[in-house]
């Protein structure tokens, strides 16, 4: 009887609990990289969405940084979005990547015209539309109303305005050394950074830009070495009368500050100042297209009442046509929307960015090139002409005929051999039975060290060294066994004599151990000075120095890196006031190797030396005290004491310091990319920032990185080895 009630009380209570086991809808997952006012228009746009419609939607900002290999690492494996927001210049990424799906009902034919006919060009390829446009973003002219109550009719009007606004005014201020943005010039003398198949930023018409832009610098018109921040804060504190930037400034520029923003101007002589026009749009992932609610929402995002919230309340150029017909009509809107008037009309007036893989390899060749001439360092032709070498190196196709496989796999196969010999004569020696039985309980307590050592450092090793042999993109890869080796330490078929010449590994190299060995010697020496000055115990506030002199090493390397890299700024960085204030002259220190190299060494020994002092301070609280006394009794000075008696005793710490210092530093990402970042002309880039730029920046050649990593892992591997031969025979001479 108790069994029969207690049967039918959980079959009561699971009858109960059943409708609540139920799987929630999924609805619809967006992701976007918007934030602050954009993003709340678009959670309200997804929100009258949900009342209209019923389907939940799910909103997911994402930095965007990270958010072209957050939707290559989702979408193929299903765990990404059903629609997300992107700048349509990736369109050519995505479709190689399979991330995209034609828009189809969500973009019908019929809607063609509510759109700007520029926005719709931007989102399609080859005839097909693969994203709902949702607004526009260009560059535009930022007029400091006070400063100039007319805007100029021309560039050269602007110029011409010079030693007229005042004292420390520039006339004009934007990213010059930036592609980007020279990019108008670049369209106002006929000229283009991409013709649809190959780099195009060479002949008269490029030369001409150049050389325009050189000389708003060399003039004084704009000033030299502009960074985003500085283009803020110089508009933004009245210093300069103009800006070209875009949207994005208006949303840092204080409530205080008078603007105005037109399109850009015209140049005497050439033409009209066209920038690049980047479209937002509403993307469908293979799995999202088949969902009619994602299409409807795609559709939605662009409707005309959605499109109006969008443009109210996040403030941007919206793609729908319906909405600025409205604009037009009613001036109290052109009043309350005059900066994003004006970004309209700067819209319809700039060139859609290419979407071709091909277009992504133009930037960094073409930056090189721009930031020679404006320095001086060639002339407008040579440096274009070799910015279009570089390209076609960057872009060169892998071998037609693959190699065979079968000598490599011969090589691997004669290795495992060896190794299974080693293993069998190691299991044949007669102690090692009885040493395996003693050290079985020890394995329990580093089994899941070598588990996690094998997973996170031994595979990932591996899987690199396999991708080496590789080549093409990574859904095609290309199997070219040693060629990116040989191309590598061939300087990729160059003559010897060239071998030396700008990106070779060669060159690359003896910078990265220039690098190291300078660092490391400052370093030890620093360290070594600090740490017997602190290890004094009649100094005063030690235990505050101390706490100070560590502190580089305790804050972040990239905050520091970013900090030093403002301090090295020709006209604002605290270095050159420091100089300045001596009686020198500024330097522009990312101009020369000599300077930018610099540069680099004093941030990365600001902060290495730390270590290399606490290291020294706990090495010498082992050196017995009687040893010290022994040698003041026999009449040694301090010199004498430290050379012949600490020193030698402080070695066999300081010696696995400075390996794993010299480790350190030999892949000091974070100093060379972000205070230098390579410059000039890549110059001072070492051997791990050379194979990410070839990972990243250079067509996405991985095979070839990978190849570099290899070396990499190998140089390093041969250096310790040297470094520990080195002191034990240091030891065993002692």
């Not at 297209?289 to 919230?309: C, N």
Request: net charge positive; proline share 7%.
């Amino acid at each position: 009887m108790r069994r029969a009630l207690a049967f039918l009380v959980a079959l009561a209570v699971a009858l109960a609990l059943l409708p609540g086991c139920e799987e929630p809808a999924r609805g619809i997952v967006v992701w976007h990289p918007y934030r602050g006012a954009e993003q709340k228009a678009l959670e309200t746009v997804a929100s009258a969405f949900t009342a209209k419609t019923g389907t939940h939607v799910t909103l997911l900002a994402v930095p965007y940084d990270a958010y072209a290999a957050k939707l290559e690492a989702a979408i193929p494996r299903d765990n990404g979005p059903d629609l997300f927001i992107s700048p349509h210049e990736r369109l050519g990424s995505y479709l190689s990547n399979h991330l995209v799906a034609p828009a189809g009902d969500a973009f019908p034919d019929g809607d063609v015209a509510r759109y700007d006919a520029k926005a719709v060009d931007a989102v399609t390829d080859r005839g097909t539309r693969y994203a709902v446009p949702l607004a526009s973003k260009c560059v535009a002219l930022y007029i400091n109303t006070t400063l100039l109550p007319e805007a100029p009719a021309t560039l050269d009007d602007l110029a011409r305005m010079k030693g007229k606004l005042g004292a420390n005014v520039w006339p004009l201020v934007y990213e010059a050394q930036s592609v980007y943005f020279h990019v108008p010039l670049l369209h106002a003398y006929g000229g283009q950074i991409f013709d649809g198949k190959t780099y195009a930023m060479v002949g008269p018409e490029a030369s001409q830009a150049a050389d325009k832009a050189r000389d708003l610098i060399a003039s004084g018109v704009v000033p030299p070495e502009p960074s985003g921040d500085l283009v803020k804060q110089l508009f933004a504190s009245g210093r300069a009368a103009a800006a070209i930037s875009g949207p994005w400034l208006a949303g840092d520029l204080p409530a205080d500050v008078r603007y105005r923003v037109v399109p850009l101007p015209s140049i005497e002589g050439a033409g009209k100042m066209r920038p690049f026009l980047t479209v937002d749009g509403a993307f469908l992932t293979p799995q999202g297209a088949r969902l009619p609610e994602a299409r409807a929402l795609a559709r939605f995002f662009a409707d005309g009442d959605m499109a109006k919230i969008r443009r109210a309340m996040g403030k941007q150029d919206v793609a729908t046509k319906s909405v600025w017909e409205e604009h037009v009509d009613r001036p109290e809107l052109r009043a309350d929307d005059a900066v994003l008037a004006a970004f309209h009309e700067a819209a319809l007036e700039a060139v859609p960015m290419p979407t071709s893989l091909a277009m992504r390899a133009t930037w960094v060749p073409a930056e090189q090139a721009l930031r020679k001439v404006i320095r001086g360092q060639s002339t407008a032709k040579e440096a274009l002409d070799e910015g279009r070498v570089r390209y076609l190196d960057i872009m060169r196709a892998p071998p037609t005929k693959s190699p065979s496989p079968a000598p490599l796999m011969a090589l691997l196969g004669l290795t495992l051999l060896a190794l299974a010999f080693y293993a069998v004569k190691r299991a044949r020696h007669p102690g090692f039975a009885r040493e395996l039985q003693d050290s079985k309980p020890a394995y329990k307590y580093v089994v899941h060290s070598a588990l996690t050592i094998l997973v996170l450092v031994v595979l990932p090793l591996l899987a690199g060294a396999a991708t080496s042999f590789f080549a093409g993109t990574r859904d095609a890869p290309q199997f070219v066994g040693l060629t990116n080796y040989v191309e590598i330490l061939t300087v990729r078929g160059a003559p010897l004599r060239d071998w030396l010449s700008h990106g070779s590994f060669y060159l690359t190299l003896v910078v990265t151990v220039a690098w190291t060995v300078v660092n490391v010697v400052a370093h030890v020496t620093i360290g070594l000075i600090l740490g017997l000055l602190l290890a004094r115990p009649f100094l005063k506030l030690r235990a505050l120095y101390r706490v100070l002199l560590i502190l580089p090493w305790a804050v972040p390397s990239y905050v520091t890196a970013l900090a030093w890299k403002g301090m090295f700024h020709r006209q604002f960085g605290a270095v050159n006031a420091i100089l300045v204030w001596l009686g020198a002259e500024p330097v522009s220190w990312f101009a020369k190797f000599s300077t930018a190299f610099t540069a680099n060494v004093a941030t990365n020994v600001w902060l290495g030396f730390p270590f290399m002092m606490v290291v020294v301070m706990g090495a010498l609280t082992s050196i017995p005290k009687d040893v010290l006394e022994a040698a003041e009794v026999d009449g040694a000075t301090r010199w004498q004491a430290f050379r012949l008696v600490t020193l030698p005793l402080l070695r066999p710490t300081l010696l696995p310091a400075v390996v794993l210092g010299s480790v350190w530093t030999f892949n000091m990402f974070n100093v060379v990319f972000l205070v230098s970042g390579g410059e000039p002309d890549g110059s001072t880039d070492i051997l791990v920032s050379e194979a990410y730029r070839w990972a990243f920046a250079r067509n996405a050649q991985f095979g070839y990185a990978a190849a570099y990593a290899v070396i990499i892992f190998g140089l390093l591997a041969l250096m310790s080895r040297v470094l520990g031969k080195i002191g034990k025979d240091t030891e065993a001479k002692a």
